[in-house]
């Protein structure tokens, strides 16, 4: 069985940016596999009051099992693939003094490597079609002075670096990849982990001066995950503000 519709597949959307890209792919008419440690209930909800379907897969993206039981469930369930937005990630701030390699080997697993698990669970269904959308979720953080980061600004550095490298293996089948930085931002995890004072200390620096919130790099997402970036793919845009110019 395969659906009309197209298919897209967020990591990270039980909240935050994820759940603000899955929630504003489905108002465009896209079913959404939303895959997220925890469970995706409320994303789902969303998504279905939007008017598409959703399936949650409760997973760990980092997981290499993971890349089976995605690439089975879209078989089943869907027939294909069109979209993936590697977004799922983690951001503990500690000074490098207190990073240990478990801690360094975790945030490289879950910001960079499952960026590589996810898509090879998508790129057969894509290449499938001979179409597709790659976006992958890095931070203007790869380009900023943040302390307390570096273990995660190798990741997100990672992510530039994959999506440039990417792009150039699979244009060929009419796969486009591109990756989204945005600023420190008001998300749930965000307002949770990131030091408030940090947020509004980045919004006074950035042009448009207000914290960045979930949903401020939809729109980029949404742009890069439909028809009219055909002509764009190895880029990295920052919707941050106006703060890291590339
Ligand atoms: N919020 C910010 O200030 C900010 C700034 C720049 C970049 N980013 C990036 O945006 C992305 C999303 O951030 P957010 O603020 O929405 O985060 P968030 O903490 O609000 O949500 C992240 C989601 O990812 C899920 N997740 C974490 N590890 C996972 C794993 N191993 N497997 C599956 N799911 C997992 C969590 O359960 C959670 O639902 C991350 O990649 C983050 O690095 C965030």
């Known amino acids: 069985m395969t659906t009309t519709r197209k298919v897209a597949v967020i990591t990270g959307a039980a909240q935050g940016f994820g759940q603000s890209i899955s929630i504003g792919l489905a108002k465009r008419g896209v079913d959404i596999v939303a895959v997220d440690l925890a469970a995706s209930d409320e994303t789902i909800r969303a998504v279905e009051d939007a008017g598409t379907r959703g399936v949650g897969l409760i997973a760990d993206v980092s997981d290499p099992d993971t ?3 995605l690439e089975a469930l879209l ?9 993936l937005v590697n977004n799922a990630g983690i951001y503990p701030n500690v000074p490098i003094t207190q990073v240990d390699y ?3 080997q975790r945030v490289q697993r879950i910001n ?3 960026q590589f698990l996810m898509v090879k669970a998508v790129l057969p269904l894509m290449m499938d079609r001979k179409w597709g959308r790659i976006v992958n979720i890095t931070s203007n953080s790869v380009a900023l002075v943040v302390p307390g980061l570096s273990h995660y600004i190798a990741s997100k550095a990672g992510v530039i670096g994959f999506t440039r490298g ?3 293996d699979v244009a060929e089948y009419g796969i486009t990849v591109n990756a989204v930085g945005p600023t420190a931002s008001l998300t749930t995890g965000g307002k949770a ?3 408030p004072e940090h947020i509004e200390e980045l919004a006074r620096t950035q042009v448009i001066k207000r914290p960045g919130t979930a949903e401020d790099i939809v729109g980029t997402v949404l742009f890069l995950a439909g028809d009219d970036s055909a ?3 190895g880029q990295t845009i920052m919707a941050d503000g106006g703060l890291v110019r590339l």
């Open 166 to 168: 990417l792009a150039t």
């Open 102 to 104: 478990a801690l360094w």
């Open 67 to 69: 890349t089976g039981r």
């Open 193 to 195: 982990h990131i030091k």
């Open 75 to 83: 078989r089943k369930d869907f027939g294909r693939c069109d979209i």
């Open 231 to 233: 002509f764009v793919t």
């Open 112 to 114: 960079l490597d499952s």
